[in-house]
């Protein structure tokens, strides 16, 4: 839902600065590498690096010139830690201390749990709603977009890539996507089928434009940015706003408020931009932490809703 755009905030900021940060900005940290590279980069050096690099690093992706980037990477925070100054940033990003293969450990293990409540919840919503209710083909759609997403973040905070990178914006812009359509299915479709049509064909034209644009003609942070925060506030509010209209009709529709702004309020821990704690724990692994009970909460929410719409529908049924 919401949080997503939060996500995408502090990863559009970060890869605004990616062309250029104060550490790979630094003499010392380019002699270090272009020093490496020819060192260890080529040649015989080069395939005793091949023969040495354990299966799992060749397999995430991670080069000799990655291997030199990293290394020349603690070489400079070295040298700022013992002249007294800040962490810099290598890259629109804190450094990180590597665990096997991945680049970013907690925000890795984060997002793999977020994916695995995501799927416990869903196996739970489908072994607790029968298929006949109304919004079950809508949530279930939904649940796996989730886990498509969340799948391509852990990828993504475990080699960052300009394939892995990408795979993770558009996989988040299609979680806010599928949100704002649920809504609208919830809200409006289920007594208008043709407009939530209408709305999916849109909502899907947007993406496919979205994507292409980016892909094809320019990746630019600023307007993926800016998209995503504008479909990001409209799935916010529509929530929100069906929520509040039906809070007294539909108890469990708290729930759906609670997650809309328990959303909005962690987004604030992405502001809390420090050099990760233990060279491991930042502020948008924290955030990444405390999304797990809220995705939770919103699956039970799903499912009361889909349950309450089955029972009534089967009333109506039996009326007609």
Same mark, same amino acid.
């Given at each position: 839902?919401?949080?997503?755009? +939060?996500?995408? $905030? ?10 250029? @940060?104060?550490?790979?900005?630094? !003499? $010392? ?21 091949? @023969? ?9 992706? %991670? ?10 990477? %603690? ?29 970013? !450990? ?10 695995? +409540? ?24 939904? +649940?796996?977009? =989730? ?24 996989? #988040?812009?299609?979680? /806010? ?18 407009? #939530? =049509? ?10 496919? #434009?979205? &994507? @292409? ?19 990001? *506030?409209?799935? #916010?509010?529509? %929530? ?17 408020? &609670? $997650? $809309? *702004? ?5 987004? *604030? ?17 924290? %955030?990444?932490?405390?999304? /797990? ?6 699956? =039970? ?20």
């Amino acid at each position: 839902m919401a949080g997503r755009t +939060a996500r995408l $905030v502090l990863l559009a900021g970060a890869a605004a600065l990616a062309s250029g @940060s104060q550490g790979d900005r630094e !003499p $010392v940290y380019r002699d270090c590498v272009l020093g490496c590279d020819e060192r260890n980069c080529s040649g015989n050096a080069l395939k005793h690096f091949r @023969s040495h690099q354990p299966i799992y690093m060749s397999l995430a992706g %991670w080069t000799c010139r990655d291997d030199c980037k990293y290394e020349c990477m %603690w070489v400079t925070v070295g040298l700022y830690l013992q002249e007294g100054h800040e962490v810099p940033q290598f890259h629109g990003k804190w450094p990180f201390s590597r665990f096997l293969c991945f680049q970013e !450990p907690a925000s890795a293990v984060a997002s793999f749990l977020n994916g695995l +409540a995501s799927l416990v919840m869903l196996c739970r919503y489908r072994a607790s709603v029968p298929a006949s209710s109304p919004m079950y083909p809508t949530c279930v759609a939904f +649940a796996w977009v =989730s886990l498509n997403a969340w799948f391509w973040s852990t990828v993504f905070h475990t080699r960052d890539t300009d394939l892995t990178e990408k795979m993770d914006y558009f996989c #988040a812009s299609t979680v /806010i996507l599928h949100s704002v359509y649920l809504c609208c299915v919830r809200t409006v479709g289920l007594q208008c089928p043709a407009v #939530a =049509s209408a709305f999916r064909a849109l909502l899907l034209l947007m993406l496919t #434009a979205h &994507v @292409s644009y980016l892909s094809l003609i320019h990746f630019d942070y600023g307007y993926n940015l800016a998209a995503n925060v504008a479909i990001g *506030l409209v799935n #916010a509010v529509w %929530w929100l706003a069906w929520c509040l209209w039906n809070q007294r009709q539909l108890p469990h529709a708290r729930k759906c408020m &609670v $997650v $809309v *702004l328990l959303l909005q309020g962690l987004s *604030l821990l992405e502001l809390l931009d420090f050099p990760p704690l233990f060279w491991v724990l930042d502020a948008h692994a924290i %955030w990444h932490f405390s999304t /797990i009970p809220v995705h939770v909460l919103f699956f =039970s929410f799903l499912e009361d809703d889909s349950l309450y719409l089955l029972k009534e529908s089967e009333a109506k049924f039996k009326l007609d």
